[in-house]
């Protein structure tokens, strides 16, 4: 199986550089290298080349598009692609590393001798044989899994073979012809794969069985409650409670408890081609539906067990600025918590659908051997969320489909939680009732920059076992020097239409309701004791939120107040608490330099408004 999704070989080429037009800054030229899966292609670039066009070449030599690039130097991520490769302090012979986001998600054709045609998504870890129970039961009396055959350029496909070993192009749309009693043949058309599956009329059995590895001696389905961690086990799921006052709601028992049944009948868990850390998709007890995503946090980007490649931090500091590697999954959780209901916070409503629809989220530790051991296999931390049924990402779609109240409850979530990963491969598209576009957030591992760097002490040793097993690690417990907390905010939404329209009185009045100090209390009884630089972020983000929708204000307006306009100048955000702080004296409480900041806001916004 394809894990990473594109195998690159060896290569010795290089990429050249293009004639620079008459008056452009020709900066000056360098040789950068390009670090892929295994291979280490050299670059000649000008210091004055911006990201994009970085990515542009890359994409013209190699064929990854743009989008699905990540660069990261010096174990940052050149996230900004206006911003030129100088800005982000890349010399000659600096190495990045690019890390391909690849779709999860294969689009299949399928169409019926009579016409009939019909389209839906498969993860591409998914072999053929998932495929083929997928649309008899999409399509029941059409298919007969058992006599069925599909062939690909003549070859006949195997049930085992996986759907992106078979469409190696990334861009490839599998087309299923099917007939219901001839042979069908596949060939190749330009980027497109025609697949034809031998379909007889259907009045009989499907079989749904799965293969299904050892370490299940009892095959019945069964709902006891199956005792955890036996010695005998190799595998495990449970939560991780820090505060004994805390009761798990069921839907978190459910998420849990059906994850364990899913390993129970030795269904691996099966690791996402997309993202930067390990992300692995976890099965249920059929085999046929994903129920949940672990993200274990010594798999995060720059950590020591991250499947991608990338370097190690040195300094603890994760992808981001102010953020810290192996936290992920505590702002993962954070991101769940503080997403209220519109009926108010979960304890008084025991609603679990949040405003802004974060997936259900939780810590756990889990024991499994098919999660990246490079030694040997260990338990794990990390954050367990609820899978979401998607059609893809935004990435995937126009957003003019989308419509302003989704848009807008993503932006009060960013807002709020100083989010800097907010790229629309992060947010999932689904279909409401109204067959209306729904938005998912995820991925929130890099919400609240600086905000769980006191954790529970107990939280620390397990983090900092977990990332340097057996020896003392500093990395993972240290707190990082000099936040810059809100450098790297980046919201996506922020180029849409959507965010130009004012919010709805409804999302008003929840943002009215927001209160930062009751978070700050909510994640203290979670066992996250923030520090005081956090919290102040988390206050500061609020208070902004909640000033610039008094007066008025867009998404638009507020969220660019967050964000830089360009890599090296600051935003209004930070220009605002820097005022604050010059204004205090040394000392002052948290109280006055809030209201320091409080007034300098208001300022700020009248000018913004006006
Ligand atoms: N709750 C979910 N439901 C469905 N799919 C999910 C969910 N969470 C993650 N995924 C899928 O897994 C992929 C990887 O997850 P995610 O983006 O969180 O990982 P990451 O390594 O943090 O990525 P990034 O590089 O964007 O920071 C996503 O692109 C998405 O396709």
């Given at each position: 199986m394809s894990s990473a999704g594109v195998v690159i070989s060896p290569s010795r080429d290089e990429f050249v550089l293009p004639t620079p037009g008459r008056g452009q800054d020709l900066g000056e030229s360098i040789y950068i290298y390009v670090a892929m899966s295994d291979s280490m292609v050299p670059m000649r670039v000008l210091d004055s080349d911006s990201i994009e066009s970085v990515k542009l070449r890359i994409q013209s030599y190699k064929g990854f598009v743009v989008k699905k690039q990540k660069l990261v130097c010096g174990g940052r991520e050149l996230a900004r692609s206006d911003s030129l490769i100088r800005d982000y302090g890349v010399t000659d012979g600096n190495v990045l590393h690019l890390v391909l986001r690849l779709s999860d998600l294969q689009v299949i054709n399928v169409r019926t001798s009579c016409g009939k045609e019909?389209?839906?998504?498969?993860?591409?870890?998914?072999?053929?044989?998932y495929v083929k129970r997928q649309i008899a039961k999409k399509k029941k009396g059409l298919l007969d899994f058992d006599e069925e055959e599909i062939l690909c350029n003549g070859e006949r496909l195997e049930d085992q073979r996986v759907i992106n070993d078979i469409c190696k192009n990334n861009d490839a749309v599998i087309h299923l012809f099917v007939r219901k009693s001839a042979k069908i043949r596949a060939r190749p058309v330009e980027k497109n794969f025609e697949l034809s599956i031998v379909a007889s009329e259907q009045n009989g059995k499907t079989d749904y069985n799965v293969n299904r590895e050892s370490g299940c001696e009892n095959d019945e389905e069964s709902s006891l409650v199956v005792p955890r961690k036996p010695p005998d086990r190799e595998f495990w799921v449970e939560p991780i409670i820090l505060n004994p006052?805390?009761?798990?709601?069921?839907?978190?028992?459910?998420?849990?408890?059906?994850?364990?049944?899913?390993?129970?009948?030795?269904?691996?868990?099966?690791?996402?081609?997309?993202?930067?850390?390990?992300?692995?998709?976890?099965?249920?007890?059929?085999?046929?539906?994903?129920?949940?995503?672990?993200?274990p946090i010594d798999e995060e980007p720059k950590a020591v067990n991250n499947p991608r490649g990338l370097p190690l931090s040195m300094d603890g500091e994760g992808l981001k600025k102010g953020t810290r590697v192996g936290e992920g999954a505590f702002r993962e959780v954070a991101a769940y918590i503080l997403d209220h209901p519109k009926s108010g916070p979960r304890s008084y409503s025991g609603?679990?659908?949040?405003?802004?629809?974060?997936?259900?989220?939780?810590?756990?530790?889990?024991?499994?051997?098919?999660?990246?051991?490079?030694?040997?296999?260990?338990?794990?931390i990390g954050s367990l969320q609820m899978f979401m049924e998607n059609n893809g990402s935004c990435e995937d779609m126009g957003f003019s489909a989308f419509p302003v109240e989704e848009v807008h409850k993503i932006s009060v979530?960013?807002?709020?939680?100083?989010?800097?990963?907010?790229?629309?491969?992060?947010?999932?598209?689904?279909?409401?009732?109204?067959?209306?576009?729904?938005?998912?957030?995820?991925?929130?591992?890099?919400c609240l920059p600086e905000s769980v760097s006191h954790l529970n002490s107990l939280l620390l040793l397990l983090i900092a076992e977990t990332m340097c097993p057996g020896r003392s690690c500093h990395q993972a417990t240290q707190g990082l020097k000099g936040p810059r907390v809100f450098e790297d905010c980046t919201f996506e939404w922020l180029y849409w239409p959507q965010a130009r329209q004012p919010y709805s009185p409804e999302t008003a009045e929840y943002i009215e309701s927001l209160d930062a100090e009751e978070d700050i209390a909510l994640l203290n009884f979670y066992g996250w004791d923030l520090p005081l630089e956090s919290a102040r972020i988390l206050r500061i983000s609020t208070m902004l939120l909640k000033k610039g929708v008094e007066k008025g204000l867009t998404p638009f307006a507020i969220g660019s107040i967050m964000c830089r306009e360009t890599l090296n100048k600051e935003s209004v955000i930070e220009e605002i608490v820097r005022e604050a702080e010059d204004s205090v004296l040394p000392g002052t409480s948290e109280a006055v330099f809030l209201e320091a900041v409080s007034q300098i806001m208001d300022r700020r916004l009248e000018e913004i408004a006006k």
């Open positions: 019909f389209k839906f998504h498969v993860e591409r870890n998914r072999d053929v044989g006052k805390i009761e798990l709601p069921p839907v978190i028992w459910d998420l849990i408890d059906s994850t364990y049944e899913g390993l129970d009948r030795g269904n691996y868990p099966i690791r996402s081609s997309e993202g930067t850390g390990g992300a692995y998709f976890m099965q249920d007890a059929s085999g046929n539906k994903y129920l949940s995503v672990f993200k609603e679990d659908k949040g405003f802004a629809g974060v997936p259900t989220t939780v810590l756990v530790e889990c024991l499994h051997r098919g999660f990246n051991h490079p030694e040997s296999v260990k338990v794990k979530l960013d807002i709020r939680m100083a989010n800097a990963d907010r790229h629309a491969g992060n947010i999932l598209l689904s279909k409401g009732e109204d067959g209306q576009a729904v938005l998912i957030p995820i991925d929130h591992g890099y």
